[in-house]
């Protein structure tokens, strides 16, 4: 693993954090490729319930590292994005567990879309959200035009797109972008609180919740009511379900397995 990143677990948690602080987590090839590899295993992990995906120092993410050979003009920059950004998000959204964003500092680029692709963002008020790439004469990637119309709606996405002008963090609260904005100081009491919560959820719940909210943005209702039918259909008939069943009868605390 490179040490670009640092992935630790604790519980059911696993903490994923860009570790490039000097130059504010600005993300490299090699980091790409290894925050996909650490999304891969957590997925793969049975002990993770969790992902929690931050950044070292005062920042999340600064986008792209604009110095890397393989983006300088003239190069490729659809294949770069088909061997970076692309898999990173697709592993963000695809994977069958909660990612929570723990937004400590400006995330810009690249940055700014990879906490969008997070299912629950939280951030420090200090942060700002930047789609910084009109700037520097490129258009939001990494799932920018797809996403924020769909969390901010089509005036406001096509205005931060165009002119580059950073969104603060309570901004971006206000206009549904992320779940909470918070103290500097109390951002990891709450990102904390909020990973043990999902931790603590029913997982197979939690997936289906994810799989199905992403899909209500694809299809009609009629499709979506047939598609919460099947996972319905599917949860109930989980050990999970039961337990949750017993433990409001029994008036205690439930104890979700994932199972
Ligand atoms: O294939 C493709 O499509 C290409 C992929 C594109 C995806 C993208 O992400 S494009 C967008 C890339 N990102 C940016 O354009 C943001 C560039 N950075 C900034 O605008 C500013 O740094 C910030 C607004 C993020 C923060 O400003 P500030 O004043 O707090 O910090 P700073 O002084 O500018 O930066 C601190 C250091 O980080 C500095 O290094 P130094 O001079 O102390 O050695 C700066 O150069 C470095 N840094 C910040 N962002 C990047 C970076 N180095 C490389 N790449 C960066 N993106």
Same mark, same amino acid.
């Given at each position: 693993? *490179?040490?670009?990143?640092?992935?630790?677990?604790?519980?059911?948690?696993?903490?994923?954090?860009? $570790?490039?602080?000097?130059?504010?987590?600005?993300?490299?090839?090699?980091?790409?490729?290894?925050?996909? *590899?650490? =999304?891969?295993?957590?997925?793969?992990? *049975?002990?993770?319930? +969790? +992902?929690?995906?931050?950044? #070292?120092?005062?920042? =999340?993410?600064?986008?792209?590292?604009?110095?890397?050979?393989?983006?300088?003009?003239?190069?490729?920059?659809?294949?770069?994005?088909?061997?970076?950004?692309?898999?990173?998000?697709?592993?963000?959204?695809?994977?069958?567990?909660? +990612?929570?964003?723990r937004v400590n500092g400006v995330a810009a680029g690249a940055g700014a879309n990879l906490a969008f692709a997070c299912d629950i963002v939280v951030a420090s008020e200090s942060a700002q959200f930047v789609e910084s790439f009109s700037r520097?004469?490129?258009?939001?990637?990494?799932?920018?035009?797809?996403?924020?119309?769909?969390?901010?709606? $089509?005036?406001?996405? /096509?205005?931060?797109?165009?002119?580059?002008?950073?969104?603060?963090?309570?901004?971006?609260?206000?206009?549904?972008?992320?779940?909470? /904005?918070?103290?500097?100081?109390?951002?990891?009491?709450?990102?904390?609180?909020?990973?043990?919560?999902?931790?603590? @959820?029913?997982?197979?719940?939690? #997936?289906?919740?994810?799989?199905?909210?992403?899909?209500?943005?694809?299809?009609?209702?009629? #499709?979506?009511?047939?598609?919460?039918?099947?996972?319905?259909?599917?949860?109930?008939?989980?050990?999970?379900?039961?337990?949750?069943?017993?433990? =409001? *009868?029994?008036?205690? @605390?439930? +104890? =979700?397995?994932?199972?």
């Amino acid at each position: 693993m *490179s040490d670009q990143i640092l992935v630790s677990r604790a519980g059911g948690v696993r903490r994923i954090t860009l $570790n490039r602080p000097e130059k504010l987590n600005a993300m490299t090839g090699e980091m790409a490729q290894a925050a996909r *590899s650490a =999304f891969e295993e957590a997925a793969g992990d *049975s002990e993770t319930r +969790v +992902v929690l995906l931050t950044g #070292a120092g005062r920042a =999340f993410c600064a986008g792209q590292d604009l110095a890397e050979s393989a983006i300088r003009p003239g190069r490729d920059l659809g294949a770069w994005l088909e061997r970076s950004y692309n898999p990173l998000v697709r592993a963000i959204r695809g994977i069958e567990k909660p +990612v929570l964003a723990r937004v400590n500092g400006v995330a810009a680029g690249a940055g700014a879309n990879l906490a969008f692709a997070c299912d629950i963002v939280v951030a420090s008020e200090s942060a700002q959200f930047v789609e910084s790439f009109s700037r520097i004469g490129l258009l939001p990637d990494s799932g920018g035009t797809w996403m924020l119309p769909r969390l901010i709606g $089509n005036a406001r996405a /096509v205005a931060v797109s165009m002119l580059g002008s950073p969104i603060t963090a309570r901004q971006a609260h206000e206009w549904g972008a992320i779940w909470r /904005v918070v103290d500097g100081d109390e951002l990891d009491g709450v990102c904390d609180e909020l990973a043990r919560t999902l931790a603590a @959820a029913p997982p197979k719940a939690l #997936a289906a919740i994810k799989s199905a909210t992403a899909r209500a943005w694809e299809q009609n209702l009629d #499709a979506q009511l047939d598609l919460e039918r099947e996972l319905q259909r599917a949860l109930g008939a989980t050990a999970d379900y039961r337990e949750g069943i017993e433990a =409001f *009868s029994e008036k205690r @605390a439930p +104890v =979700f397995r994932g199972e």
